[in-house]
């Protein structure tokens, strides 16, 4: 019999610790129960569930909270009525404005107009026997008025004047020209203007 042989035959003692057997029975004892460890598994998916509804839950909270902003159509022609109503009432109060101040200079302007043609229709009358009476003009020829150079009124007219509307023999004189505010303040602000051209053509002239 070889050594081989005799080795194979060889009689092992049942007393002897099997190093495998051990090892197994280590790896089972290292090893949790299948009831812990699906309990572990349930648990840790019950978690992971109930975290993603608190995490849902605060997504619509915020979805929720935030309002849908509104576009406001039209803003645009809203803003520019507004702005043009602005304008008209600035506009307005500017006219009130000048026209106050410079009402008594109007006032001033007419008086001395109508005594003007009053004293010519007069002596007109004292010469003729009947007054001149004239149309809407700015220069009449036969009296010499001529209110080209006027800052408030452009033109004038002598016409019969009416009482109880029977015609006297006396004449009526009317003005036209800056009557209202929007006249008057339109009158002011061209005679402004042309006196602020007119200075500085005296001054180019002048240079």
């Known amino acids: 019999m070889t050594e081989n042989e005799s080795k194979e035959w060889e009689i092992k003692d049942p007393n002897a610790p099997d190093n495998t057997t051990q090892e197994k029975q280590q790896e089972v004892k290292n090893e949790p129960p299948k009831s812990v460890q699906d309990s572990i598994a349930s648990a840790v998916q019950q978690f992971s569930s109930f975290q993603d509804q608190i995490n849902n839950t605060s997504f619509n909270k915020k979805k929720s909270k935030?309002?849908?902003?509104k576009t406001k159509k039209g803003g645009g022609?809203?803003?520019?009525?507004?702005?043009i109503i602005t304008l008209v009432f600035l506009f307005v109060i500017?006219?009130?404005?000048?026209t106050y101040m410079v009402k008594p200079e109007v006032d001033a302007e007419a008086e001395d107009i109508?005594?003007?043609i009053d004293e010519l229709e007069m002596a007109?009358?004292?010469?003729?026997n009947s007054f001149h009476f004239i149309k809407e003009t700015s220069y009449d020829k036969i009296l010499d008025?001529?209110?080209?150079?006027?800052?408030y009124f452009t033109a004038f007219e002598v016409v019969p004047k009416k009482s109880d509307d029977v015609t006297t023999e006396k004449?009526?004189?009317?003005?036209?020209?800056?009557k209202g505010i929007f006249s008057i303040a339109f009158c002011y602000i061209n005679a402004s203007i042309d006196k602020f051209l007119g200075d500085g053509e005296s001054d180019d002239k002048l240079e």
Do not use: M
């Open 124 to 128: 007109y009358y004292s010469t003729f």
């Open 171 to 178: 004449c009526e004189i009317n003005l036209y020209g800056a």
């Open 145 to 151: 008025v001529d209110l080209s150079g006027s800052k």
């Open 66 to 69: 935030e309002k849908p902003v």
């Open 114 to 116: 109508v005594n003007r």
């Open 94 to 98: 500017l006219c009130i404005a000048i």
């Open 77 to 83: 022609f809203a803003g520019f009525i507004v702005s």
